[in-house]
Structures are given as C-alpha cells and as structure tokens.
C-alpha cells in the first residue's frame, strides 16, 4: 500500500506514546520503502531534516554528505570521483608532455600556447561529446558508440584504427622510456662506458626486461581502477619536472639567451608535426568510457566533473613544462626536455635525474592504461569474446 505523507506523519504520530521520545532512526533501507515527498528528498517524521537519498552513494565514504576534506584526502575508491580524475589525468600525461618545449622550438612560443589552449579544448569537447552519448544511450565502450553513429563498417573502422593507434602509441612510450633510461645511465656512469647505453644491446636489455616484468603485468589488469592511484604518481611527476625547470630556468636562460634564436611565431612544415605533438599529449579519448563505465553513480554531470579536472590539470602542468622548457635552451631544446645538457655548476644535474626517473615511473601507468581498452577491443572484436579470464 502507498503511503501518502500526511498517512506517514500520522501512522509515526500515534505509534509514540505520550510520556516518551524516540531517538531518530535514520533507516535508509525502511525510507526507501516509502514513498518520498520530491524524487530525491525524505522528510524524517521526528527529527524534521531532508535528506537525499539514491540507489547509489555519490562517495564510497558515506550515504551522507562528506567534508571537503574528506572528499579531497580521503582513501581513493574503486569509482570514485578523485579516482576517475586521476585515471584520465594519467591516460594524458605521459611521454607526450616531455615534446612540448620541443614543439615550442619548432613553431615558436606563441604558436606553442595557443596550440596548448586549443588542444586543451577539443579535448574537452571530444571527450563531453563521448560522454554525453556514453549517458544517453548507455554505451559503455568506444565500439558500442561507433556502432550506433555508423553500424558495422563505422564499428570495424573505429577498432583498426584504435587497435594501429595503440600499438603504435605503445612502441612510443617504449622508446620514451628507454631515451630516459640513457640519460640517467649515461649522466651518472664512467665517461669510456657512455657508448654502451647507444648500442643495440643496451635498448633490448632495458625494453624486454621492463616490458616483461612491469608493462605485462600492469596490462594484465581487469579494470583502470586499479591504476587510479598511477595518476597521482604521474601529477606529483609532472609537478616536480615543473618546478626543476622553472628553478633552473634563470642558469640556463643567462647561458642560452646569448646565442638562441627566438621566435613567437614561426610557420613551415614543422607546423603540422607540433599539431600532432600538442593533440597527442591530449589524447585520453579511447579511456574515458571504461572509466566512466567505473565510476560510481555514472551520470553526465559526474563524468563532466572528471573531464574538465583532468583537461585543467593538463592544461596547467603542460604550460608550465612547455614554457619553462623551452625559455631554458630556446632553439637548442632536445626533443625530450629533460635530456639537456648539464651546465657545469649543475652536473651532474640530479635534481633532472630525479626529474627523469619520475617520469619513467609515469610509463608505468601510461602504457596500460592505454592498452587496457585496445585488449578489450581485441576480445571482443577479433575474438569475439567480450568476457575473458
């Protein structure tokens, strides 16, 4: 039988006796029973406060509303929404970031910023138009979407260019990480052993060992939740990177400002590859439905949430990297930043060792997260098995 409010006020009225009290029973289980006076608000018949109640927590921490502190330092949940920021943050920051100065150099500082600010909004208006579709349509996985936009040849078309841009983006983080690997080898060992790290034995030593003992796996997981807590370690990454270049700035500035060439803004060909180097430093599109399929509560307002965090926080770390990168050794930047020339009051420069040690820990995160989604796709499309061990 429903039950109206008054018919609840009056049934909770009579079932007290007069001489006594009784303490608020907040039974969220026996208020859903009820029928609420709006969609989403109870009135407790004693105590008189609303309280918002969904099938759903909106936090792993409670039914209730939790203080900022809490949401913001509390334990990172499976779903949750710090979680799915970090999760995204980490499918974008990678190797990528460490080209932007470079990109600089090629187009001009100028050029560099706005291409910086425009990559910064197609992301988020790329990844909001999957979102919104993801939301209303209940698609949890890029192939669902591209079947509804264009049926099987749409679907087909989407997962061979997902499945090349993978394994491609995947052989590049490998590269990345065994340039980074050099760089501090060759800056902390003995000067007659320096050609080594160049030689073909030295990147199979490195690569087949890293890719059997981590990337393997970390790539082996079920879900990107497991890989949340990779995205604070690629932001503390990207934040301590910044601030080594931003304190050495003034060093390198007085030693290259003499003899560099600046420019605002400078336009050839290389126009085109500081496009493609800003756009997939912004790449995080193929990883926002899994996360959004994680997220606890999914709705377009949550997952909107965790777009335009994770798009700012690009923004802001990618800037400072780019700017502070490129004003340090203008045109002479090396297309990844970290591997520049040690002044002699800085060399050894362990602080950019640490710099560049960080940043390969990033890999660790960056590679499965991206190759997580292109396995589901394998599964499910040339295997045809969409539930697998």
């Not at 509390?74 to 080209?99: P, T, W």
Request: proline share 5%; charged share 15%.
């Amino acid at each position: 039988m429903k039950l109206n409010k008054s018919d609840f006020a009056n049934s909770t009225r009579d079932s007290i006796p007069p001489n006594q009290t009784r303490e608020p029973n907040l039974n969220f289980n026996s208020m859903n029973m009820l029928s609420p006076i709006s969609p989403m608000t109870v009135r407790h018949a004693d105590a008189d406060i609303n309280i918002k109640v969904g099938k759903i927590p909106l936090s792993p921490g409670g039914r209730t509303q939790r203080s900022f502190f809490d949401r913001t330092f509390g334990k990172l949940e499976k779903g949750s929404l710090r979680g799915s920021i970090f999760s995204l943050c980490s499918a974008a920051i990678g190797g990528g970031v460490l080209s932007l100065p470079y990109m600089f150099a090629l187009s001009g500082w100028g050029t560099g910023i706005i291409l910086i600010f425009v990559g910064t909004i197609a992301g988020i208006w790329s990844n909001l138009l999957l979102a919104e579709m993801g939301d209303k349509h209940k698609l949890s996985n890029l192939d669902q979407v591209a079947f509804a936009s264009g049926g099987t040849k749409m679907k087909s078309l989407l997962t061979v260019c997902v499945l090349l841009y993978i394994f491609f983006a995947c052989i590049g983080y490998q590269i990345i990480f065994c340039q980074l690997i050099q760089y501090i080898y060759q800056s902390l060992c003995k000067p007659e052993n320096r050609d080594f790290a160049n030689t073909l034995t030295f990147r199979l030593l490195v690569n087949s060992t890293v890719a059997l003992l981590i990337f393997l796996p970390l790539s082996a997981q079920r879900d990107l939740s497991t890989l949340s807590k990779a995205g604070i370690v690629s932001i503390i990454a990207i934040a301590y990177t910044s601030l080594v270049l931003i304190v050495e700035l003034k060093y390198y500035y007085d030693e290259f400002r003499p003899i560099a060439t600046v420019y605002a803004f400078y336009f050839d060909l290389n126009f085109f590859s500081s496009c493609a180097m800003t756009f997939f430093a912004f790449t995080c599109q193929i990883q926002l439905l899994p996360i959004y399929s994680e997220l606890i509560n999914p709705n377009y307002r949550r997952i909107k949430k965790v777009v335009t965090r994770s798009l700012a926080i690009d923004f802001v770390a990618y800037t400072l990297v780019a700017t502070a990168g490129y004003f340090s050794t203008f045109n002479f930047t090396n297309t990844i930043v970290v591997e520049r020339p040690a002044l002699p009051k800085l060399n050894p420069d362990y602080f950019m060792l640490v710099a560049a040690g960080a940043i390969s820990c990033v890999m660790f995160a960056a590679l499965p997260v991206n190759a997580v989604p292109a396995r589901n796709l394998f599964f499910t499309f040339v295997m045809k098995q969409p539930n697998y061990s």
